[in-house]
């Protein structure tokens, strides 16, 4: 079976479901009012939101006694039963009912099965070329997802990270091909990433396989830190993939002098950095972000060593 969304259908999912779930139907209200700055950052404008509903992700336990101990909340037999789910292959789209897009959507496997990318970059461009105006991403288990025990998507209108336009004037440094398919480094701006452009989903994932198994692996985890975003383009999809070396900035925390509740994922590394205090959203500034960005994810040399280890 082929399968095929548009955009189109999605959004009017979405209005459904906001018109028969009032929970969600509040947090998707209560988002236009959220206030959002922007910070100019070398080569790439960013935004900070302040959204206090995230404050459940955002200080979320993802320790394995924590997840033990919750029932989880992608599994069909555990959501509300007002959320209605488009199949979609081996997965279900929802709507995320804490949203930070104005349009935003869940995209869980419809078993629990950890959260690795492994095997579904295919599955990934497939659905971010159906879905055009929106973006596709995947935190990786400790890199932002909220539930690492159940792998999952999420995706969200593209128009408003701020990524992927500052990509379109960046230098990209061809690494490997694959037909058509480039996989190429970007170290000219604060966030450094790797971008596979494709036309056909299966080399894309080739060369995202070839470029998986050469970044390093930290000890104990099952695939390398990263988050992931994937959109349409004229062309195809590009997806882009960042690199990560730690979960959360040094200073994350609520307490004390300094601290900020601030944990980075890929709408951060898209371009909208979420705040859920108010206090950490007036005190997010330029120099602070690149201390972010220096911290968790690779810098120049860290990226291009591992793009002279593609094979
Ligand atoms: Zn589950």
Redesign the pocket.
């Given at each position: 079976m082929e399968l095929k969304v548009n955009s189109q259908q999605i959004d009017q999912f979405i209005a459904s479901q906001i018109a028969e779930w009032p929970m969600a139907a509040g947090n998707f209200e209560a988002l236009k009012g959220v206030k959002v700055k922007e910070v100019a950052l070398p080569g790439w404008t960013v935004k900070v939101q302040f959204n206090p509903a995230r404050i459940v992700s955002s200080s979320a336990k993802v320790d394995a006694k924590s997840l033990k101990e919750r029932k989880?909340?992608?599994?069909k037999e555990?959501r509300p039963e007002v959320q209605r789910g488009i199949d979609y292959g081996k997965y279900t789209i929802l709507i995320n009912p804490f949203p930070i897009f104005p349009r935003h959507l869940t995209i869980?496997d419809r078993s629990?099965t950890d959260q690795l990318i492994s095997g579904r970059i295919a599955d990934m461009m497939t659905l971010a070329a159906q879905l055009d105006e929106y973006t596709v991403f995947y935190n990786g288990p400790r890199c932002g997802a909220s539930?690492p025990?159940?792998m999952h998507f999420q995706a969200g209108n593209s128009d408003f990270l701020t990524l992927g336009e500052a990509l379109e004037s960046a230098d990209l440094k061809t690494v490997a091909t694959d037909g058509d398919a480039v996989l190429a480094v970007v170290d000219s701006l604060p966030l450094k990433v790797f971008v596979i452009d494709a036309t056909d989903p299966a080399a894309g994932e080739r060369l995202f396989d070839r470029l998986y198994r050469a970044i390093p692996v930290p000890e104990g985890e099952k695939e390398p830190m990263m988050n992931l975003l994937c959109f349409a383009t004229p062309a195809g999809v590009r997806l882009v993939v960042i690199p990560r070396k730690r979960h959360r900035p040094s200073f994350y925390g609520t307490e004390g002098e300094g601290t900020m509740l601030l944990s980075p994922a890929s709408v951060d590394m898209g371009g909208v950095f979420i705040t859920p205090l108010e206090k950490d959203f007036n005190a997010l500034d330029a120099d602070k972000i690149l201390q972010v960005l220096d911290e968790l994810c690779l810098s120049a040399s860290e990226i291009n060593e591992i793009a002279q280890n593609v094979q």
């Open positions: 989880c909340f992608l599994c555990n869980p629990h539930a025990d159940h």
